[in-house]
């Protein structure tokens, strides 16, 4: 199942610029208004975007972040884990120190708490000690039909954990290289799902930030076999969050492409008729959070696909 109805959401309590994190994020943008203007912010622009998930009936699960330790970035739980089917949850080695307190236990429980059977914890942030890192489904665009992953290595996504994932679960892998321009200068796409999304029909990709035209290639080839309508986007579109994307679902197997305002404000209008060819468009206004955060709407949704105890 490409598609999960149910989503994990952390309310940020202390949302803010984290300088750790800026190091290979670009995205990220330091603000002169004050910290509690920008919490206020960040927590209104979460609260509408659950809203939007809930009216469309997509089940959303809301975390509570905790005020202590300080978490700036916890408003965005995909990085630390996953969620699958057969019941594993794996928890990643993250790049930045202050990130992995984002790493709670008690999360977990609340999970099995709400009747999610948790079989299996598989913890990779030994890797962390060794300096190789990837940052769950940020690093990792899964095709969960076509049992692919797809992945641009960078700094917070190394080939090693990569393939050790997909052996655990049973996924091929398409590494890759993907580059972005700033300032003149050529630096690494620091996510994969900065770039790509892949969906049940579609796959939405910016396929000019690949270099290399045989890696190119067999992005395009892969996503072709495995049945996807392939909507390429340009970089300007993708610095824009358009390739940060996440489809959904609800109980009644209605099918959702979730993306912020400026994500769709920066598509054009062949771009998104065909993505309502197959599902339905949902867009959060989060401007505070991808400003300050380098983060977009399918950063913020962790999907749950655990099997249910009852």
Aim: aromatic residues 8%; glycine residues 6%.
């Amino acid at each position: 199942m490409q598609t999960s109805s149910t989503i994990l959401m952390v309310r940020p309590a202390n949302f803010g610029f984290n300088p750790e994190t800026a190091e290979n994020n670009f995205y990220q943008k330091q603000d002169s208004r004050s910290q509690d203007e920008i919490r206020q912010l960040a927590r209104a622009e979460f609260d509408g975007f659950v809203a939007l998930l809930r009216d469309q009936g997509v089940r959303v699960v809301v975390i509570e972040d905790t005020d202590f330790p300080v978490k700036t970035d916890s408003v965005f739980p995909n990085n630390w884990f996953s969620t699958h089917g057969d019941g594993k949850l794996i928890l990643y080695p993250m790049f930045s120190p202050n990130r992995r307190l984002e790493r709670r236990k008690d999360i977990i429980e609340q999970l099995m708490h709400l009747g999610f059977n948790v079989n299996e914890i598989i913890d990779l942030s030994f890797f962390e000690d060794s300096g190789q890192y990837m940052e769950g489904t940020g690093s990792m665009v899964m095709d969960h039909q076509a049992k692919v992953i797809y992945a641009c290595y960078s700094q917070r996504t190394h080939p090693v954990p990569l393939d050790y994932v997909a052996k655990i679960l049973g996924y091929s892998v398409i590494g890759f290289e993907a580059s972005q321009e700033i300032d003149g200068v050529s630096s690494q796409i620091y996510h994969t799902n900065v770039m790509m999304h892949v969906g049940t029909d579609l796959a939405v990709v910016c396929l000019d930030s690949i270099p290399k035209a045989s890696e190119r290639r067999m992005v395009q080839e892969s996503l072709t076999k495995s049945g996807k309508k392939l909507i390429p986007i340009t970089a300007k579109q993708k610095f824009n969050f358009a390739g940060n994307m996440l489809e959904v679902s609800n109980d009644g197997g209605e099918k959702f492409t979730v993306m912020s305002q400026a994500a769709l404000d920066a598509l054009n209008v062949g771009q998104i008729q065909q993505i309502e060819k197959y599902t339905t468009i949902i867009s959060p206004a989060i401007p505070t959070i991808e400003k300050l955060g380098g983060g977009s709407a399918r950063c913020m949704m962790a999907e749950i696909f655990l099997p249910r105890t009852q």
